[in-house]
């Protein structure tokens, strides 16, 4: 159990509005490392996967405010992705407070289970916060809540072309997502509840600013999937930052080479100079 | 990788039928272990989860159509909780064919990542099939749909007091959940696609069965939360069978004591006896 050695407190806003300030960056690295895509000199290693998380994260650590493993990368590898997760947080974790930590996991289901899965990934795993899907309602959400400085991010309006299919629907108090929310709102604060709002949806942060001003949201779809960081910031910032925004495979797989890492860095230094003139303005 | 060395085609919808009619049994037993839960005398086994589990199933083969293992309770206790998963399901499959496994794990991400996922639990685990939450919409169900003879088992109404937040949300295409039932018809066909209903709303088993005729439904929420077998069956069978009921707490935890596995024998039996003059109307 790594969480059982750790006695650090956690993570909160004014934390995180720090490391943002600090690092003059709100950006997130998503680590969903694919040994298919990795450089192929890496598969010398005992665990090529997490001797290229590791590259990563020192290469890129100075600049990103958070990482982001997406659990089925590790998951899809059985016992073996088990266990370079968890080297790979044991790595971050020696990190505390200086990167935050997000188990992309989109867990959520009754009480007692979703009970389970706080365990999993706030007490094993010992990670900062971890994604949770809204459809089965509170009680599949609330157990992630009852840790102390530790985070949901609950999904919201999501970047992927699916996203159209359930979340616009219109429910009577305003679309699905508006409605999840507004909702999510009632159990957890801004201290404790993030929402995942996707980049490719620029247009929809501001009315959603208008629901949850509060809040940080957690962005995906940078990069890949044609998200763009300025409209994001432009629509997004709050006074307490409010975005930590997400490239993945912009960031790790730029390249495929012996230079992946400093070419990651090279690509996160990017991002972060993008976001910069918008960090500016904020204060701790 | 558990599935490479494993060449049978998976079951069909004909199969199941034809499982169901031979056990006279909808009965699915619900395999969520909880160490804090299971009898003190396995505690000095190696292995006392799958110790349980193997026990479990032995005593409950001939009368359980299916058995589901949820993810929650295996995760959080680290890799050794996924040791004792890979374990109990290397047991299970030596009976393929013979019961239906259920991986119920609720995933669903953007595309490539729910790829992942998929890959683990048909591949690696070789489950049957998987539970998977419809939020992200199409392209996070679909790659699970992929594959052949496995199936996907979509939640549709839950069994838990949160389905009530969002699930009955009127989107002007019905209540959120028939929306999902709806929809889901258009990406999978009923032998390759279920969905997950609240043994709670037995008035809603009607309705549903208009929208979705063919489906199998996966039905959780009897004994501990309070479902009724008659009235489930009375609602919800059609002339495939249509329906796994499943029952985890009555069933696995019936006794603390050395008899746990004759006893949860016995509640199998009891509830495959409500379930029978009902599954005597079908004919393969």
Redo the contacts between chains.
Sequence with gaps: ?LGKCCYFRGMNRKDLLQLIIKKQSLLCVGL?T?IDLIPKHLLKYEDPIFEFNKQIIDATIDTAVAYKP?L??Y?????EG??SL?KTMQYLNQFKGKAFTIA?A??????N??K??A??FF???DFDSVTV?????????KPFLEYKDKWVIL?GL??????????F?????GK?YE??IR?AQEWGTPDQLMFVIGATHPEQFVSIRNIAPEHFYLVPGVGAQGGDINQICQNGLNNHGGLLINSTRAIIYASKGEDFAEKARQCALDATQTMAPYVKSLTA
């Design positions: 159990m969903d694919d997406n089925a990368f998951e899809s590898r059985g016992i088990w266990k968890e992309d989109k867990r959520g289901d009754i009480g289970t979703s389970m899965y365990k999993a007490e094993w795993m899907a809204p459809y089965m309602g509170a009680d599949s959400v999904l999501t970047s992927n072309a699916g996203s159209a299919d359930f979340q629907s219109e429910t009577g108090e699905l409605k999840v909702k």
